[in-house]
């Protein structure tokens, strides 16, 4: 029988929020040196901007300090005060991207290459073989994406809604661990996983991985739920067990319990960081300001971070490789 996890990854609803390591406010001399950078890789291209020439002299101890947090601390990390108003979409790009140089190396989003994610309303219809849920307003259930640590910069906010829920995976194995252990074995083993419609770089029409795993002592939870649905939904594919629906419905459960779960709004110059192997997340849906100019507006980037944990070898379908600090992660190109 699988034993509970005592860590601080383990963490439930409202006490994230009291923790050290969740929050950094950006003071004045932090802006001046992210300015600072920002000048100094005037030039450059985007993707050209790295660590070692967007220098953060006193910063990047501390986004060390966020890196080692994520992966053996709490797992979500939120940074506040940036000024994101005196910075127009490309500047704030580059800003985000050399900040978040050092925490990791950004992986590819989709088959094009990209490695910086407009997360808006694209008003794709629902058949659309470019929609994807980061394109819409619409609700998105709790989920994982394909990457160590999810990283949110927020431009601009919608006229209303558009909440972030955020959960620890390792609190719902937990609580699951205790009230229900025959789910947990069956989210141990392997569940099958449609390729993504945008994800025209990968061979594989599907792969198999365990929504739950232990591996070399480390948990891991990932979860797409739309992409299982999907998989199972396939003409002649072997329909989904009642009990792996149930499993899975439970994680639901489990996540939608206001004292596991915690709600926060990011504000324009917000920065949020995720481990997605120890938290889920998901999105309130939004309705936008009419204005374009006003549109809410998120910049992502996904992750792969040298301090990662080893992974269960089932995950090599869609993460590449499971070594512990290799680059992983990410869609091909196609």
Not at 130 to 139: D, E, I, N, T, Y
Not at 193 to 204: P, S
Not at 233 to 243: C, E, K, N
Request: glycine share 6%; aromatic share 8%.
């Amino acid at each position: 029988m699988p034993q509970a996890f005592n860590i601080p990854a383990a963490w439930r609803g409202k006490e994230l929020l009291n923790r050290d390591d969740w929050q950094l406010v950006f003071d004045e001399s932090a802006v001046a040196e992210l300015d600072a950078a920002l000048e100094s890789a005037h030039g450059l291209k985007l993707e050209d901007i790295s660590a070692a020439n967007f220098k953060l002299p006193s910063l990047s101890e501390k986004l060390l300090a966020i890196q080692h947090s994520l992966e053996h601390g709490s797992g979500a990390v939120m940074l506040r005060g940036l000024p994101i108003e005196r910075y127009g979409e490309e500047q704030a790009a580059r800003l985000f991207w050399g900040l978040t140089s050092h925490i990791g190396t950004a992986v590819s989003q989709s088959p094009a290459g990209e490695r910086i994610f407009h997360v808006r309303d694209e008003g794709y219809s629902e058949n659309d073989p470019k929609a994807r849920g980061p394109s819409s307003r619409k609700k998105l259930s709790y989920h994982t994406d394909r990457c160590d640590v999810i990283s949110f910069l927020c431009v601009r906010q919608a006229a209303s809604g558009g909440e972030n829920y955020l959960v620890s995976s390792v609190a719902i194995y937990n609580a699951m661990l205790q009230q229900r252990p025959d789910l947990v074995e069956v989210l141990m083993q392997p569940y099958r996983y449609q390729r993504h419609n945008v994800d025209t770089g990968n061979e594989l029409p599907y792969y198999e991985q365990p929504i739950f795993s232990i591996h070399e002592g480390h948990f891991a939870a990932n979860l797409l739920r739309v992409l299982i649905e999907r998989a199972y939904s396939v003409p002649g594919a072997t329909p989904m067990s009642d009990l792996q629906r149930e499993a899975l419905d439970y994680i639901e459960q489990l996540a939608d319990d206001p004292s596991l779960h915690v709600s926060f709004r990011q504000q324009a110059g917000d920065v949020v960081f995720l481990n997605n192997w120890v938290t889920l997340h998901r999105r309130s849906e939004f309705v936008d300001h009419t204005n374009p100019d006003r549109k809410r507006l998120l910049l992502r980037i996904w992750l792969s971070v040298p301090n990662s944990r080893p992974l269960d070898p089932r995950f090599a379908g869609s993460y590449g490789t499971t070594q512990a600090g290799a680059i992983r992660g990410g869609m091909r190109p196609a």
